[in-house]
């Protein structure tokens, strides 16, 4: 049970490139989530979705899509990556709309130069 | 707007103390509120957590206390230990998890 596994783990791109971040749970969760860490401003909620097919907007949308055509995959792609970008991502799911037990992914630490 | 603000940003303690962070909420939609610990180089982990219809919940050395009339929680962990030294996260959630700044908290041998 490999849990939600994300890649991958560190990536440096340069500014105007695109990339996609990957992320994979195993756990039939219905509730995957994307979030940036950045320094002081602690984990902000990107994209989130309740279900395959569905996705909304978090906190910090801009830049970045999300699909979800599986329930166990939710990938997130950056479209012409920015500096402002740099960061390291989280991947989250947990069961259902109403799950409580958000388990996270190891992180992928993303530079953008 | 922040939807959940935690402090202290940073917190010192004696190992055999009482650490104190706390967090203040302000959609009161929120119906679950759980407390993320997080090691460095690591994703964060569930530590506990506690539902708005009670004011106190106790698992070992850690206790979530919860005031909904005042829409604040805080998590007190007692006969803190070096082993605790990490970044802890409040959260909040209705249909998604938003989460606080983060406190790192440093226990001194």
Redesign the interface.
Known sequence: NAG?TQTPKFQVLKTGQSMTLQCAQDMNHEYM?W?RQDP??????IH?S?GAGIT?Q??VPNGYNVSRSTTEDFPLRLLSAAPSQTSVY?C?SSYG?LG???Y????SWLTVV | QQQVKQSPQSLIVQKGGISIINCAYENTAFDYFPWYQQFPGKGPALLIAIRPDVSEKKEGRFTISFNKSAKQFSLHIMDSQPGDSATYFCAAKDDKIIFGKGTRLHILP
């Open positions: 939600v989530s979030y002081g401003m602690g984990l902000r909620l989130y309740v909304d978090g906190e989280f989250a709309r409580n037990t958000i996270f992914g190891e992180g």
